[in-house]
């Protein structure tokens, strides 16, 4: 009889940009530590290559009918609605394609919980689907209540300021204004694609990258609310293997903090999409300058649309205290003594890597879920500010004094710590996330039993 291939083959699908492939990297590290071999099925236009920072992992690709640079034009909502319907087709085929060369050595496909179009294929060949998101807990919680609404109804209640200000269902902080941050737009735009990604699917639990003294009323609810497994993995940065940036980074940034003293850098960086107008760049230059504290700034190439002279002029006024950079290995720059705090856009992978060192931040949200993750870093965590409206240079001098050198950054600083160690215990052996691999791993396992049965 011909021996049966071991099922240990984890195929991962993740959102082709930064955000959304870091996270699942980290994931794909955690799992292959247990164990499985890892495959990672990408886009061909792609704009990261993953491949040479994880050579132990194998990527396909998915022949694109819509490609990524599609987003902007056609928008999220019909961007990913036509990306899950195109992309269907071209993923069966790489499934199949894997099947032919290796034999059907895998053991479950995990996919973004944008990429909804695996459910269907896994179905077809008969393997376990679980979902991943690379958002917050409370984030996902957002997208299933909006799931649910009477979308007419609501964007009349949403009119309402009391209805706005209402808490949702229990979940204090989160009030019912806060949900309609949670798309990349207009509300009325993103409840349909919350329609598709949040209804009853047929995976077989929910990963996240959280840990459960983050957002342990988040999680609480989501397992009653979903029925079924919800694994709270994170911060999977801190135990995974992977890099925190996919993107080329500028590591002269270290030595420059080396002569700066003990806690006295901001460090400013608004994520890998994030984009700012030239008045905005100029006043935090001002802001920054007045505020006569050091600072890492990371300026991304075409993150001022239109502007590229601009970068001069700030480097000319923020020369004495500044060091700009294109990029930087930001879990690193975290990591050093010598930064005090982090002006942040406040991704969700961003607030995870400060929360773990213990970094205190400046928030300045831009779109999306960021705004909610401001929420819990002022809120309910206190540890951070929130700077709000048009950036003027006043504020941002204040803002800045206020983390770095009042009693006020102090306290943040202090409860900063004391959530970093909590987050640190949570990874570490029997903490609840160390605890929640080890119950997907034995979860997973045991579906690949049952579909063999």
Not at 184 to 199: Q, R, T, V, W, Y
Not at 236 to 253: G, Q
Request: glycine share 6%; hydrophobic share 40%; charged share 20%.
């Amino acid at each position: 009889m011909e021996k049966r291939a071991e099922k240990r083959r984890m195929v991962l699908v993740p959102v082709p940009a930064q955000g959304h492939i870091t996270p699942m990297m980290q994931l794909g590290q955690a799992l292959y530590s247990k164990g499985f071999s890892i495959t990672v099925a990408l886009g061909e236009s792609n704009l990261v290559s993953p491949s040479q920072h994880f050579p132990d992992f194998q990527f396909v690709i998915i022949p694109e009918s819509l490609p990524v640079s599609q987003f902007e034009k056609l928008g999220s909502l019909d961007f990913f609605l036509n990306l899950n319907k195109a992309n269907e087709a071209n993923f069966k085929e790489c499934i199949a394609q894997l099947v032919l060369q290796q034999g059907n050595d895998i053991a479950c496909i995990i996919y973004d919980e944008y990429m909804y179009f695996c459910e269907a294929v896994a179905t077809e060949f008969n393997l376990p689907s679980v979902r991943s998101t690379a958002n917050s807990a409370t984030s996902h919680v957002g997208g299933c209540i909006l799931n649910k609404v009477n979308a007419e109804k609501f964007l009349i209640d949403m009119k309402d300021q009391e209805f706005r200000d209402k808490v949702v269902e229990n979940l204090h902080p989160l009030r019912y204004k806060h949900l309609e941050n949670l798309g990349f737009g207009p509300l009325e735009s993103f409840l349909e694609i919350f329609k598709e990604i949040f209804s009853k699917r047929t995976s077989s639990a929910l990963i996240i990258n959280t840990a459960s003294c983050l957002e342990s009323v988040s999680l609480s609810w989501l397992q009653q609310e979903l029925g079924i497994p919800v694994y709270p993995l994170g911060p999977l940065h801190i135990t995974a293997s992977a890099p925190s940036s996919l993107l080329e980074e500028d590591r002269s940034c270290m030595e420059w903090l080396n002569k700066q003293k003990p806690r006295s850098v901001i460090y400013i960086s608004i994520g890998s999409i994030a984009h700012m107008e030239t008045k905005e760049v100029l006043e935090m230059a001002w802001g920054l300058y007045d505020s006569n504290q050091a600072f890492l700034w990371v300026i991304r190439p075409g993150s001022i649309p239109g502007s590229e002279s601009l970068l001069e002029d700030v480097s000319k006024i923020v020369s004495e205290k500044g060091y700009i950079v294109k990029w930087a290995p930001q879990v690193e720059v975290l990591a050093h003594p010598s930064v005090g705090g982090f002006w942040s856009h406040c991704g969700w992978n961003s607030t995870l890597e400060s929360v773990a060192e213990g970094v205190p931040m400046i928030c300045r949200p831009f779109t999306g879920e960021q705004k909610l993750n401001t929420l819990y870093i002022e809120n309910v965590w206190s540890v951070g500010i929130q700077l709000e409206g048009e950036v003027q240079r006043g504020d941002v001098e204040r803002a800045v004094k206020r983390l770095l050198v009042d009693d006020e950054g102090a306290c943040m600083r202090e409860r900063a710590l004391v959530l970093k160690e909590k987050v640190i215990a949570s990874v570490g052996s029997g903490g609840s996330s160390y605890n929640a691999l080890d119950e997907l791993v034995k979860s997973l396992e045991t579906c690949v039993k049952i579909c063999d049965s």
